[in-house]
């Protein structure tokens, strides 16, 4: 637990809280290259801050947390920035296992991790395996994500139950879909936060986000601060969700 500094916010009555939040954390190269620093220190501070928001947003009562670490694209980055990341996911992994035994963060994995070393893909289910069955946050660490690839495998997955017979065509509906999603039984997120000024989706939550609040900022993810989180719910706070009505 040395790690996160607990930092419990006054509380405010007046905030509805997301239920569940995503941040595409966007910035990390930009970040370095503006500091003459290898893109991997962006990525080296990007970590840290990425611990303060998941300790943050346990601790102000964030049911759900989407964090996307890396998605299916990524593999295509420079072999000494892909090393360098997954390094730093490996350190998560051995830190979160060994350092957070006594949490309450249930920590999940979406993506296809049948495409890490096996030492990763092992460390991976033993951290679900160890937090299953903890009754806080759900953090969800996308990695070796992609949204359409997710969607994909569900189509596949349902198409298979067509094909044996365990499915009728006509009961496939919206939420055997979200059922066959790495999301499934988790509610969709309400917030999606992008720092780093760019307006793109960028393959993340495809689906689950249909009708959420998207809030752009101009900070880049290692600026990325408690106050800023704090800025994009007071944000989402001020926007009048219909989904769909009026
Ligand atoms: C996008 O910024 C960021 C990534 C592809 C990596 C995100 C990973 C982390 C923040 C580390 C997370 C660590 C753990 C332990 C989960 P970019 O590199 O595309 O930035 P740029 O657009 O400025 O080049």
Not at 32 to 56: E, N
Not at 203 to 232: C, G, H, R
């Amino acid at each position: 637990m040395a790690i996160f500094k607990k930092k419990k916010p006054e509380a405010d009555s007046y905030r509805t809280l997301p239920e569940h939040i995503g941040i595409i954390m966007d910035g990390n190269g930009r970040w370095a290259k503006k500091r003459l620093l290898p893109r991997t220190a962006g990525h080296t501070a990007g970590a840290k801050v990425f611990r303060t928001i998941a300790r943050y947003c346990s601790d102000i009562g964030i049911k759900y947390l989407t964090v996307y670490a890396f998605s299916t694209e990524n593999w295509s980055r420079p072999p000494e920035e892909v090393k360098a990341l997954m390094k730093l996911f490996k350190d998560y992994l051995l830190e979160a296992l060994s350092d957070f035994k006594d949490d309450s963060i249930v920590v999940n994995f979406i993506g296809d991790k049948s495409g890490f070393t096996d030492e990763m893909h092992k460390l991976m289910d033993e951290n679900e395996e160890l937090s299953k069955d903890r009754d806080g946050m759900v953090l969800n660490i996308a990695i070796n994500y992609g949204s359409r690839d997710e969607i994909v495998r569900a189509v596949k997955k349902i198409s298979a139950g067509v094909k044996n017979g365990d499915i009728d065509i006509d009961s496939i509906d919206e939420k055997m879909v979200s059922d066959n999603l790495y999301t499934a039984g988790q509610p969709d997120p309400d917030l999606v936060i992008r720092p780093s000024g760019e307006y793109r989706i960028s393959n993340f939550l495809l689906w689950q986000s249909a009708y959420t609040e998207f809030v752009i900022m101009n900070k880049l993810w290692p600026d990325f601060t408690t106050e800023d989180l704090d800025e994009a719910i007071d944000i989402f706070n001020g926007r009048n969700r219909r989904f769909g009505g009026v």
